[in-house]
Structure formats: structure tokens, C-alpha cells
């Protein structure tokens, strides 16, 4: 009997080659997605726990992974933290705002309702970034967030803001953003250790003192 030797054309084993390099490729990728998908996680929950910037050895420990794999995939301890914050506000649902035709007591609760709601989410993370403050990444995030703010009370008091001239207009939103800012609330909540429920009576008494004082003032 002959042995008869199959040759396989150059083009096709240049193909397998290659896709059996995509696949070498692909399960490298997925599992590096996995150990930084492990990494964020893992740092988010210490924070949630604790509100302290947590280090990079415990961040390891608690994802499983070796010091140099955090390391692979977040060049310090400041990039890993500003990753994670991108992480938790993107977690974070948009609050519904009232529409600015329903009567001003009612849009003034359901404003401080929904802010508190979400400030008392974020607070953690406020605090464990105190170390941080003043990465240029949080800085900028710190006052997109701010503005966000800023042009919601805008849109939902935009009765009120109309009665005002410019300069007043600016002023009550600069009192309501420095009332009502995160800062403000964890003052509240961890400095003065008030319940989630008079914390909120406390601002919603604030953001009508401030809306009756601008707008009876022009009155």
C-alpha cells in the first residue's frame, strides 16, 4: 500500500494559523476583561463599605488577583479610583425631575426627594475621594455634575426664575446650589448624623425658604 501525503494549499493552513490565533487572542482578551471587570468591582464594593479610598493590595485581596494585574490594567491607585467613580455613576439612575407646571410645593419636594436619594448613594464615594480632591479628572467631574444641577433647578423652577431679573436668577441658583449641594448633604447626614427623613425636611424647608424669600422679595 502507498502512502499517499496530503498537502494542504499554503493560502488554507495561513487561514487555520490565523484563526487559531483569534481564538489565542479573544480568550486573552476575555479574561483581561474579566480581571478588570473583578477589579472595579471589588473596589467599589470596599468603598461602599467602608467610604476610604481603598489600596491597591487590598483591592487585589478582595478581587482575587495579583498586585501586578492591578497594576496591568490601572497605571495607580488615582486612575483605578477614577475609574471606579465613572463605574458607580454610571450605576446610578437619573432621578425624575417634576414638571415646572405642577404646583411649586409639590416640585419642591419631589426636587429634595430625588436629590437626597442620590446624594446618600454617592456620599461614600465623596468621602473616600477626599484624598483626591484635586485630580484634574474629579475636579472636572465634580463640576459637570454641578451644572447638571444647576440646570435642573433652572428647568424646574423656571415659574419662579422668570419673576426674577438676571442677576437675582444667578444669585437664588447659586443659593440653591451651595444649599443643596453633595458637600451640603453629607454635612447633614455624617457630621450631624441626621436621619435620611429630617435631612430632607431640613433641605425642603431650605429650598422654599430660599424660592418664597427671591420670589416674594420681587413681589
Known amino acids: 500500500m502507498t502512502d499517499v501525503a496530503v498537502v494542504v494549499p ?34 467599589k464594593a470596599m468603598i461602599s463599605e467602608t467610604s476610604v479610598a481603598p489600596t491597591v493590595v487590598g483591592v487585589a485581596k478582595r478581587a482575587d488577583v495579583s498586585v501586578r494585574s492591578v ?4 497605571h495607580d491607585v488615582e486612575s483605578l479610583f477614577v475609574t471606579v467613580m465613572d463605574s458607580i455613576r454610571a ?28 446624594f446618600d448613594k454617592v456620599v461614600p464615594l465623596r468621602v473616600a475621594a477626599g484624598q483626591f480632591v484635586d485630580h484634574p479628572a474629579l475636579v472636572e467631574r465634580s463640576q459637570q455634575a ?18 426674577l431679573s438676571e442677576q437675582a436668577r ?6 440653591i446650589g451651595a ?11 455624617r457630621r450631624d448624623g441626621l436621619s435620611l427623613e429630617r ?12 424660592l418664597t424669600q427671591a420670589v416674594g422679595s420681587k413681589a
Open 10 to 43: 499554503r493560502g488554507e493552513a495561513v487561514a487555520a494559523e490565523a484563526g487559531n490565533t483569534m481564538v489565542r487572542t479573544d480568550g486573552r482578551n476575555r479574561r483581561a476583561a474579566e480581571t478588570r471587570r473583578k477589579i472595579i468591582a471589588a473596589a
Open 71 to 74: 497594576f496591568q490594567h490601572f
Open 91 to 118: 450605576d446610578l439612575a437619573t432621578p425624575e425631575l417634576p414638571e415646572a407646571s405642577r404646583p411649586l410645593d409639590a416640585r419642591i419636594d419631589d426636587v429634595v426627594k430625588a436629590f437626597a436619594e442620590l
Open 146 to 163: 454641578r451644572n447638571e444641577l444647576r440646570t435642573a433647578t433652572f428647568e424646574v423652577f423656571a415659574p419662579e426664575f422668570a419673576t
Open 170 to 175: 444667578e444669585e437664588l441658583a447659586d443659593a
Open 179 to 189: 444649599a443643596l449641594s453633595l458637600d451640603a448633604w453629607i454635612v447633614l447626614r
Open 199 to 210: 435631612a430632607v425636611a431640613v433641605w425642603r424647608l431650605t429650598l422654599s425658604a430660599l
